[in-house]
């Protein structure tokens, strides 16, 4: 059993940042493969970024690419998301979720946190 709890959520105007973070309770954290995914209102819960076990390898959605940065620190049982040069259409409610493997699907993944929300002002 793994509980995932995300902070670092906020209002950012248009061209800011944030750090979200993402504080795991449970065993084994480093086995886990960890993302955070997101969801505007009315729309699908989607992928954004999700990092290995090791941390030695990452994977981003098109729509972040060269502004979003995840990383973990399993000593701390912790996965930060770095938001750089935030857009409106990326305010959502970020979730960070646990899995086994690389998902591109929320289904795929089997711990959830509560979500902390992003709105970015334009």
């Known amino acids: 059993q793994v509980q995932l709890v995300e902070s670092g959520g906020g209002l950012v105007q248009a061209g800011g940042s944030l750090r979200l973070s993402c504080a795991a309770s449970?065993?084994?954290?480093?086995?886990?493969?960890m993302a955070w995914l997101r969801q505007a209102p009315g729309m699908e819960r989607e992928f954004v970024q999700g990092?290995?076990?090791?941390?030695?390898?990452?994977y981003y959605a098109d729509s972040v690419k060269g502004r979003f940065t995840i990383s973990r620190d399993n000593a701390k049982n912790t996965v930060y998301l770095e938001m750089n040069s935030l857009k409106p259409e990326d305010a959502a409610v970020y979730y960070c979720?646990?899995?086994?493997?690389?998902?591109?699907?929320?289904?795929?993944?089997?711990?959830w946190g509560q979500g902390t929300q992003v709105t970015v002002s334009s």
């Open positions: 979720a646990a899995g086994p493997d690389l998902g591109r699907i929320p289904r795929q993944y089997t711990y």
């Open positions: 449970g065993r084994s954290f480093s086995n886990y493969f």
């Open positions: 990092i290995s076990g090791s941390g030695d390898r990452t």
